[in-house]
């Protein structure tokens, strides 16, 4: 799959021991005034025994919305570097590293959905979080619809990135799969390299790029192994017309990994589901198109606010 894939932010990010400062200067016209937007670092751990690392930014409003960010597999939360310095503080914002990934906990066992979907649930109840609209890229996608199916009343509303109703039958991550059971320790650093480059249609920022391939490399082999062989074997598409939550799918026309078929059948089988397509743009939409992608989270928010307070 690496190979049949491959193709082809910067942020100005201060680390601290607990507080990142992300820029976006770069993103904002010449003439726009820079912004800093501060997410805290800290950890969490579950009724499970897993603890989560997390990043959380400082809301304006002790009753804001909240949003959590539900990377992809082998990324962790700075998937999502490129989007966060462009949210606002009005709302409650939490970008997660799922079991396993980026400086969460790494348990011998259990990687499937349903043992991802639980610690989302674990840590909302942890974190004293009622609701919240779950935004999950890839198999973040996948555990975000699996969480709607689950503990329905967790989503207040959905957003999928390059997801799709099931994994079970997808010839490139069955060949990806293939590839990954034969890995042995340590994993080559240029076949993570170029599975995390073959996600991309446009051209990132080489600093992201960087990031993205560091953060892989932290990863276990068991884990790459246990997640991927849970996701292509765990189908709950059938239950997808149970999910009430307003959705949003956003979909990349170079996607090579999932299909348009497949984001037409999300839409079908989602009640409330509407379908956006990026042209020109891969898997990682979010991190090609970052204010595009942000904006259309919050006029998505806005649009589906009215249907959230009804219901």
């Given at each position: 799959m690496a190979t049949q894939l491959a193709r082809r932010a910067f942020l100005s990010l201060s680390v601290g021991t607990t507080t990142f400062f992300l820029s976006n200067k770069w993103l904002q016209p010449v003439?726009?005034?820079?912004?800093?937007?501060?997410?805290?670092?800290?950890?969490?751990?579950?009724?499970?025994?897993?603890?989560?690392?997390?990043?959380?930014?400082?809301?304006?409003?002790?009753?804001?919305?909240?949003?959590?960010?539900?990377?992809?597999?082998?990324?962790?939360?700075?998937?999502?570097?490129r989007n966060l310095p462009l949210l606002s503080n009005k709302f409650r914002i939490l970008a997660i590293d799922q079991r396993g990934h980026g400086n969460s906990s790494r348990p011998s066992c259990c990687y499937t959905q349903a043992d991802f979907a639980a610690d989302i649930d674990a840590f909302m109840t942890a974190m004293k979080i009622e609701k919240a609209t779950l935004v999950g890229h890839s198999m973040g996608g996948f555990i975000a619809h699996k969480v709607a199916v689950d503990y329905p009343q967790r989503v207040q509303r959905l957003v999928l990135i390059g997801a799709a109703p099931s994994a079970v039958k997808n010839p490139v991550l069955k060949e990806l799969n293939d590839t990954v059971q034969a890995l042995v320790e340590p994993i080559d650093p240029n076949f993570v390299r170029e599975f995390q480059a073959s996600t991309f249609y446009k051209p990132i920022p080489p600093a992201f790029l960087d990031t993205a391939v560091a953060e892989s490399l932290k990863v276990p082999l068991m884990v790459w192994k246990q997640a991927l062989?849970?996701?292509?074997?765990?189908?709950?598409?059938?239950?997808?017309?149970?999910?009430?939550?307003?959705?949003?799918?956003?979909?990349?026309?170079?996607?090579?990994?999932?299909?348009?078929?497949?984001?037409?059948?999300?839409?079908?089988?989602?009640?409330?589901?509407?379908?956006?397509?990026?042209?020109?743009?891969?898997?990682?939409?979010?991190?090609?198109?970052?204010?595009?992608?942000?904006?259309d989270l919050y006029r998505f928010m806005r649009r589906s606010q009215s249907v959230v307070k009804h219901d």
């Open positions: 003439s726009a005034k820079p912004t800093a937007f501060v997410m805290r670092s800290n950890q969490v751990q579950l009724h499970n025994g897993v603890t989560l690392n997390y990043v959380e930014n400082q809301p304006s409003f002790p009753d804001s919305d909240t949003i959590i960010f539900l990377h992809g597999y082998t990324d962790s939360w700075r998937s999502f570097e062989a849970g996701l292509i074997v765990e189908d709950h598409a059938m239950r997808l017309d149970q999910i009430a939550a307003p959705t949003l799918i956003l979909w990349g026309d170079r996607d090579d990994i999932v299909t348009l078929q497949e984001q037409q059948a999300l839409q079908t089988q989602i009640p409330n589901a509407t379908l956006k397509i990026y042209r020109e743009t891969g898997h990682g939409l979010h991190v090609e198109s970052p204010q595009r992608f942000v904006r």
